[in-house]
C-alpha cells in the first residue's frame, strides 16, 4: 500500500491531496497546525498537529513514507516569509535521514522562471502588493530543491477556484508554453496524487491550468 506524507493538510489543495490519496486507498500521514480545520476522519489517515518545521514532528509524520507533498501555504502581509524554505530544509533533512526519495512541492505560478507569466492582474498588482514575499520565499524554497539530490516536483497552478475536480489539467512543462489560468484545489490535489503513483514530472516545473 503506498503511504504518503502531506505537510500543511488541513485545507486547501493539502485536504484535497489527503482526499484524493485516501479514495485512493493509500495511507496518509497529514500535518497541519489545526487538524481540526479538515473535519475529515479517517481509519488510513493519522493527523500530526503542529509546525511543518518541527524536525521531530516531521520525523514522525514522514517514516516509512513512500512520498512527500509539501502544501503550505502562508499569510499575505508585511513580515518577511521564510515558512516555505524553512519547512523545505527541515523537510529534505528528515528525508535524507530517512531516505525517502519522492517530494512533490506546491509552488504557484510567478515563481522561478514563471515570473510574469500570470496575467496582468497578478504579475502588475496582487505580486508586488501582495505576493512578493510570500514567492520570494517560494523562489528560496524551489532553488533547495532544485539543489537536493530528490526525485522532485515543482507544481505551479494557477489562481485557485474551489470549483469540483474535472478531472483534466493542462500541464505546461516547458517555459514557452507557460500562461495564466484558474485550476481548482481539487483537481490540484488529484494530479499531486497522479505525480505521486505515475512518476509524472520528475526534475520539472510545470504551470497547472484547466
Request: proline share 3%; glycine share 10%.
Amino acid at each position: 500500500m503506498t503511504k504518503i506524507a502531506v505537510i500543511g493538510a488541513s485545507r486547501g489543495c493539502g485536504l484535497e491531496t489527503v482526499k484524493d490519496a485516501l479514495v485512493r486507498g493509500w495511507s496518509v500521514t497529514a500535518v497541519a497546525r489545526n487538524p481540526g480545520q479538515s473535519g475529515l476522519t479517517d481509519a488510513r489517515l493519522a493527523w500530526y498537529k503542529g509546525d511543518a518545521r518541527n524536525e521531530l514532528l516531521l520525523e514522525q509524520a514522514i517514516k516509512d513514507c513512500d512520498a512527500v507533498a509539501v502544501t503550505l501555504a502562508a499569510p499575505t502581509g508585511r513580515e518577511t516569509v521564510t515558512v516555505f524554505s524553512d519547512a523545505i530544509s527541515t523537510i529534505l533533512t528528515v528525508m535524507n535521514r530517512q531516505g525517502v526519495k519522492r517530494l512533490i512541492f506546491l509552488s504557484g505560478i510567478g515563481a522561478g522562471d514563471s515570473k510574469g507569466k500570470g496575467g496582468f492582474l497578478h504579475t502588475k498588482i496582487f505580486y508586488p502588493l501582495m505576493l512578493k514575499r510570500d514567492y520570494e520565499d517560494k523562489d528560496r524554497a524551489e532553488s533547495l530543491i532544485m539543489k537536493s539530490h530528490k526525485d522532485w516536483t515543482i507544481l505551479r497552478p494557477g489562481p485557485l477556484t474551489n470549483h469540483k475536480k474535472r478531472g483534466h489539467v493542462k500541464v505546461l512543462s516547458k517555459p514557452a508554453d507557460y500562461r495564466n489560468g484558474s485550476i481548482s484545489r481539487a483537481d490540484v490535489g488529484n494530479y499531486i496524487c497522479d505525480c505521486i503513483h505515475n512518476n509524472l514530472n520528475i526534475h520539472e516545473t510545470p504551470v497547472l491550468i484547466s
